[in-house]
Antibody
């Protein structure tokens, strides 16, 4: 069973870059079964899809965030990462890593999530 | 439309049937499968069921999903206290070329 765990700084200053890593256990990010992605939930709001990446390295991003987002794979560590640049208070949220099935748009496995606050 | 529309809250008593709606458009719900997630506070969201009733093992058949036109619904029969959670709908949007979620519905078991 695949297990996901987010890690990274909990506090980021405005205008800086938010960086998170998702460590995958129980499966390989080099398999073609899943996309590897990120979803966030600002306090009091709904979930928002950020993007996901396939083992080939091809990434897909939410158009509203595309100019600021990079998702990348590190196959040597079986991890994938999220970088969100030029953050503001509006980027304060719980960030989840999750897998999307290759054959559908369902996110079937989620990490526990990590709260990231943007504040000076 | 960048977000699907859900009622912010719903409630029911144990044993009751409750439905939660999810409204969208021709570019998302009408043409794509809708997925429902159950989210208990402090835990990871969990895939619950789809609009074509695909469900992971372990999800009881008290939960059912359906859609008609640009709207989808999650129905819970025989409501139990452990069903108290937030429920989110999601679908691919052909216009936005991305996944969109609803704002979430907080279900309270009275």
């Amino acid at each position: 069973q695949v297990h996901l765990q987010e890690s990274g700084p909990r506090l980021v200053k405005p205008s800086q870059t938010l960086s998170l890593t998702c460590t995958v256990s129980g499966g390989s990010i080099s398999s073609g079964d899943h996309f590897w992605g990120w979803i966030r939930q600002p306090p009091g709001k709904g979930l928002e899809w950020i993007g996901y990446i396939y083992y080939s390295g091809h990434a897909y991003y939410n158009p509203s965030l595309k100019s600021r987002v990079t998702i990348a794979l590190d196959t040597s560590k079986n991890q994938f990462s999220l970088k969100l640049s030029s953050v503001t208070a509006a980027d304060t949220a719980v960030y989840y890593c999750a897998t999307r099935q290759f054959s559908s748009y369902v996110f079937d496995i989620w990490g526990q999530g990590t709260m990231v606050t943007v504040s000076s | 439309q960048s977000e699907l529309t859900q009622p912010p809250s719903a409630s029911g008593t144990p044993g009751q049937r409750v439905t939660i709606s999810c409204s969208g458009s021709s570019s998302n719900i009408e043409t794509n499968v809708v997925y429902w997630y159950q989210h208990l506070p402090g835990t990871a969201p969990k895939f619950l069921i789809s609009s074509n009733n695909q469900r992971p093992s372990g999800v009881p058949d008290r939960f059912s999903g359906s859609k008609s036109g640009t709207s989808a619904s999650l129905a819970i029969n025989g409501l139990q206290s452990e069903d108290e959670a937030d429920y989110h709908c999601a679908a691919w949007d052909d216009s936005l070329n991305g996944v969109i979620f609803g704002g979430g519905t907080k279900l309270t078991v009275l």
